[in-house]
T-cell receptor
Framework: NAGVTQTPKFQVLKTGQSMTLQCAQDMNHEYMSWYRQDPGMGLRLIHYSVGAGITDQGEVPNGYNVSRSTTEDFPLRLLSAAPSQTSVYFCASSPLGAGNQPQHFGDGTRLSIL | KNEVEQSPQNLTAQEGEFITINCSYSVGISALHWLQQHPGGGIVSLFM???GKKKHGRLIATINIQEKHSSLHITASHPRDSAVYIC??????????FGTGTSLTVIP
């Protein structure tokens, strides 16, 4: 059972570079989301999707783009990386909405921006 | 002030001890989630509860809706329980309010 798969696990970027963090799930979940985790802070929601073709902003969306062309995949794009985006990023999924469904998390992507 | 507060922030216990981690929330929620994060690892959902108590192995989670408080208990703690435990309040729809986590270290 693959569950939620995130790639890459680690990445170092230079300021201004762009990249895409990949997230795929094989559980046919409608809801997918991206969080960032920073020291001393709780997980913060970046973007989420309630199904293919539908995305919405979370708490900290600036500097990130998402798209959901299939149920399985929900990539997160950094358009022009900034040091403030150094963080650990988690993708999560659940069958329906997030609040009252158990969330399935990926292993995280540790991203450093120099 | 965070909508979800956890205590303590850090906890060190001897193997075999009974452990309690507390979570208080100030917003209306439809479910309370407990998550576990091992060092360098991903996040695993332990419990989701909206009332009463749930038990899984040596882990017990309780919630008091009136007092807006939840606890996670670990009985007969073991070094493999060392992890960060995160409390999160979920609202119907797509909102989560996360605590900042409790870092637990169990010493053999």
């Amino acid at each position: 059972n693959a569950g939620v798969t995130q790639t890459p696990k680690f990445q170092v970027l230079k300021t201004g570079q762009s990249m895409t963090l990949q997230c795929a799930q094989d559980m046919n979940h409608e809801y997918m989301s991206w969080y960032r985790q920073d020291p001393g802070m709780g997980l913060r929601l970046i973007h989420y999707s309630v199904g293919a073709g539908i995305t919405d902003q979370g708490e900290v969306p600036n500097g990130y783009n998402v798209s959901r062309s299939t149920t399985e995949d929900f990539p997160l794009r950094l358009l022009s990386a900034a040091p403030s985006q150094t963080s650990v990023y988690f993708c999560a999924s659940s069958p329906l909405g997030a609040g009252n469904q158990p969330q399935h998390f990926g292993d995280g992507t540790r991203l450093s921006i120099l | 002030k965070n909508e979800v507060e956890q205590s303590p922030q850090n906890l060190t216990a001897q193997e075999g001890e009974f452990i309690t981690i507390n979570c208080s929330y100030s917003v209306g929620i439809s479910a309370l989630h407990w998550l576990q994060q091992h060092p360098g690892g991903g996040i695993v959902s332990l419990f989701m509860l909206s009332s009463g108590k749930k038990k899984h192995g040596r882990l017990i989670a309780t919630i008091n809706i009136q007092e807006k408080h939840s606890s996670l208990h670990i009985t007969a703690s073991h070094p493999r329980d060392s992890a960060v435990y995160i409390c999160a309040g979920g609202k119907t729809g797509n909102q989560f309010y996360f605590g900042t986590g409790t870092s637990l270290t169990v010493i053999p």
